[in-house]
């Protein structure tokens, strides 16, 4: 609630830096020339917003990374939100949830957390199966419409051409960030709904709650049904392998 009042007094520059801070969290690491034109700003407007966000530990700056050969002159910078910078966007209670889940691996053990994160899933199965159904058999057009979906529900999620195949479902912004870095289940069941959703394997390439700038799952092309539907590589087995570059965050 005082977020909320907070948010309702906010003054033009207050609100065109969340404005500039979303946008990074949607698109992953940008730079400022990038952002002027996605958000109709001029670079110095920007640069000014960025700068802010710096100093408040939201944003952090970093040479961009270029493919080929480095250009003469001062690499330009690209700027990605920090863990600070998630957290101010998540869901507030992440602290009352993790409680509540420590209690319960403490007095249920293991399989009981696991249980948790397996009934969350099936939640995000219920929620999302019916868009899910209606885009056919496709397993790349099942996948978009997952991202439509969760995106409708703040996920900033997008899909992008895998780099052996396949594609990626990319989420900028997850609800449960701070608690899925300590438990990891949440993020290992949800990536199996996913290829249940889908109907292809799915794989966990990098996640929020571990650092990186984006959570990303590599569904394999297939069509609905034709996986067999046991486990899914988990994150930990999976991590030697970084997301694409044009879909880090």
Do not use: N
Not at 50 to 64: H, I, N
Not at 80 to 94: F, I, K, N, Q, V
Not at 106 to 117: I, N, S
């Amino acid at each position: 609630m005082q977020q909320q009042l907070a948010a309702g007094h906010q003054g033009p520059d207050s609100r065109t830096r969340d404005r500039v801070a979303r946008a990074i969290l949607e698109g992953g690491p940008t730079t400022a020339v990038a952002l002027a034109d996605q958000l109709g700003l001029t670079p110095t407007a920007v640069r000014r917003h960025l700068d802010a966000l710096v100093d408040s530990g939201r944003v952090e700056a970093r040479e961009q990374r270029v493919a080929g050969p480095r250009r003469r002159g001062r690499p330009a910078k690209e700027f990605a939100l920090t863990t600070s910078g998630h957290a101010a966007m998540t869901t507030a209670y992440d602290d009352l949830a993790a409680s509540a889940l420590r209690f319960l691996g403490a007095t249920g053990g293991e399989q009981a957390v696991e249980a948790f994160a397996r009934s969350r899933a099936a939640e995000i199965e219920s929620r999302y199966s019916s868009a899910v159904e209606a885009a056919g058999p496709s397993a790349e057009e099942r996948l978009r419409a997952l991202a439509d979906a969760l995106s409708a529900d703040g996920y900033a999620a997008s899909v992008h051409s895998g780099p052996a195949g396949g594609a990626q479902l990319c989420q900028g912004h997850c609800p449960v960030q701070s608690v899925a870095a300590q438990f990891p289940q949440l993020c290992d069941a949800e990536a199996e709904s996913f290829a249940r959703l889908v109907g292809a394997p799915a794989r966990r390439l990098s996640t929020l709650a571990h650092g990186e700038h984006v959570c990303t799952t590599h569904v394999s092309s297939s069509s609905p049904g034709s996986h067999h539907r046991g486990r899914p590589q988990s994150e930990a087995a999976s991590r030697t392998t970084a997301p694409s570059g044009g879909t880090s965050r």
